[in-house]
């Protein structure tokens, strides 16, 4: 597939870009790693996001170029390039009538992807899609730059939370040590990433922590923030992207999980696991999908029943570990 892939890279011209609501790193550095070494090679291309940019990761190069919606574009693509999606309802509501008339080219490393696209190119031992983006473009005999590197390195460091989580393998320190060769600032892109939060995000944190329930002796965190918190903080969704991952650091937790209200009814629920649940399939059994230590759903019910529902998933996995 990776062969089949590079063949369309060098064969067709006109592409349009995608990745799913709320972008993560890896998601982002796909995005614009991939629209960056389309147009230095030549390429019609456009990267196409569904809301704002998200603020972290605007000193990213090609950050500027990303488009809302379909309304402004002037051409029709050969294919469209979904990055980093592990279900096709988590892409634009646009996506079924692009397909008319395009292929969907799918590139992702979530083990519960279906394989949704016309092409898949699908590996779940990979640490992040710019892996994957990488690999397809070296493949493809593609020049790539600076910058182009810069967003695949991005996806690289926030996908494996800076090289400490699961999964990574010499392989890892391997393709990162050919991004920097290109000159990249391994510490200015961290600094950024993790060292340079708007106090906005430090009062989220705070939000959370004194919200937060210790279940199941010890081994489950729970904690929720509002859409009204962000809004009276004048916050961006993408700002609480990473702080589920405070959740589980402390020593006894299998588990963290944060419930955020985006509206009424409506919520979005992230988990995080050290690696005796595998919280993909938690999150599969509420209508969402992810990775065994990294996963999460969007959901339509009340915040109580959701925490419920976690808990009684939750408490199953442990039970059924411990036999």
Request: proline share 3%; glycine share 8%; net charge negative.
């Amino acid at each position: 597939m990776i062969d089949q892939l590079a063949g369309i890279i060098k064969e067709y011209r006109d592409f349009y870009i995608m990745t799913h609501v709320n972008p993560d790193g890896d998601a982002i550095g796909s995005l614009l790693g991939m629209y960056l070494a389309l147009k230095e090679n030549g390429k019609n291309a456009i990267p196409i996001i569904g809301a704002e940019f998200p603020e972290l990761f605007q000193f990213l190069p090609g950050s500027g170029n990303t488009v809302i919606g379909f309304d402004s574009i002037g051409f029709n693509p050969s294919h469209i390039i979904v990055l980093d999606v592990a279900a096709e309802n988590r892409i634009s509501p646009e996506i079924g009538d692009l397909r008319k008339s395009a292929k969907l080219v799918n590139i992702d490393h979530h083990p519960t992807n279906p394989l949704y696209g016309d092409y898949n190119y699908v590996l779940p031992s990979a640490n992040s899609t710019t892996q994957l983006v990488y690999e397809i473009l070296t493949r493809a005999k593609y020049r790539l730059n600076l910058d182009v590197a810069k967003c695949l390195y991005t996806g690289l460091v926030t996908d494996t939370g800076c090289f400490k989580f699961a999964g990574v393998t010499s392989a890892t320190f391997e393709l990162a040590a050919r991004l920097l060769e290109f000159g990249v600032d391994n510490y200015d892109i961290t600094r950024k990433l993790f060292e340079e939060f708007p106090e906005s995000r430090l009062t989220l944190e705070r939000l959370m922590i004194e919200r937060l329930e210790v279940l199941l002796d010890g081994k489950l965190v729970l904690s929720y923030i509002d859409n009204e918190d962000y809004h009276k903080l004048g916050a961006s969704l993408s700002e609480g992207e990473s702080l589920v991952n405070r959740l589980r650091e402390t020593r006894g937790v299998e588990v963290g999980g944060l419930i955020t209200k985006l509206s009424e009814n409506q919520y979005k629920v992230s988990l995080r696991s050290k690696g005796i649940v595998n919280v993909a399939t938690v999150a599969a059994a509420l209508g969402g999908g992810g990775h065994s230590r990294a996963a999460g759903l969007k959901v339509s019910m009340s915040r109580e029943e959701i925490r419920e529902r976690l808990i009684r998933l939750i408490d199953s996995s442990l039970n059924s570990s411990t036999t």
